[in-house]
């Protein structure tokens, strides 16, 4: 089993720019989360889904857009990119919602320039 | 608004000294508090789920306890390649998400 995967592990955009995170978990989990992580902060959610064709929004929504596409992946969308969304971006699954143990991809690094 | 606050900020300890790590929450009602490991330029690792006051778990050299209020991380004789950052996080009842601590980084020196 791969767990949770996530492309690309690097990219570099312009301001306005637009480009999509993708994660794909193959241990057949319901639950699925993005969150974003900054130097010396804790991760915060930005969207989840707790089940296929269900989503909704965390702590930091403003700017993205996600696509639950089938039961094993779920999208990141950034419309139009802004310096303040260079981050580190973590997509992470759960076998359910009511328990949140989550495992977690290796992560996406933007840079916004 | 569950809030979740862990301290110190960062540890730093020789390799054999124990030492706990703290996560202090307020959570309308708490289903779990979670336990990650992060090690630099990786996603967290599941450690351990706490789910009602007065448990305990344990592997290897980590052993995690849980209050009505806080939770602590004991780390007995660590070694160097304990060296990590620790995240707490709590789910409340109902809730499909968790809400994450800041971390405590964990620096052990041989």
């Known amino acids: 089993n791969a767990g949770v995967t996530q492309t690309p592990k690097f990219q570099v955009l312009k301001t306005g720019q637009s480009m999509t995170l993708q994660c794909a978990q193959d241990?057949?989990?319901?639950?699925m989360y993005w969150y974003r992580q900054d130097p010396g902060m804790g991760l915060r959610l930005i969207y989840y889904s707790a089940s296929e064709g269900t989503t909704d929004k965390g702590e930091v929504p403003n700017g993205y857009n996600v696509s639950r596409l089938n039961k094993r992946e779920f999208s990141l969308r950034l419309e139009s990119a802004a310096p303040s969304q260079t981050s580190v971006y973590f997509c992470?699954?759960?076998?359910?919602?009511?328990?949140?143990?989550?495992?977690f991809g290796p992560g996406t690094r933007l840079t916004v320039l | 608004e569950d809030q979740v606050t862990q301290s110190p900020e960062a540890l730093r300890l020789q390799e054999g000294e124990s030492s706990s790590l703290n996560c202090s929450y307020t959570v309308s009602g708490l289903r779990g508090l979670f336990w990650y490991r992060q090690d630099p330029g990786k996603g967290p690792e599941f450690l351990f789920t706490?789910?009602?006051a007065g448990e305990e778990k344990e592997k290897e050299r980590l052993k995690a306890t849980l209050t009505k209020k806080e939770s602590f991380l004991h780390i007995t004789a660590p070694k160097p390649e304990d060296s990590a950052t620790y995240l707490c996080a709590v789910q409340a009842t109902n809730a499909g998400k968790s809400t994450f601590g800041d971390g405590t980084t964990l620096t052990v020196k041989p």
């Open positions: 706490l789910y009602s």
């Open positions: 241990m057949n989990h319901n639950s």
């Open positions: 992470a699954s759960s076998v359910v919602w009511v328990n949140n143990e989550q495992f």
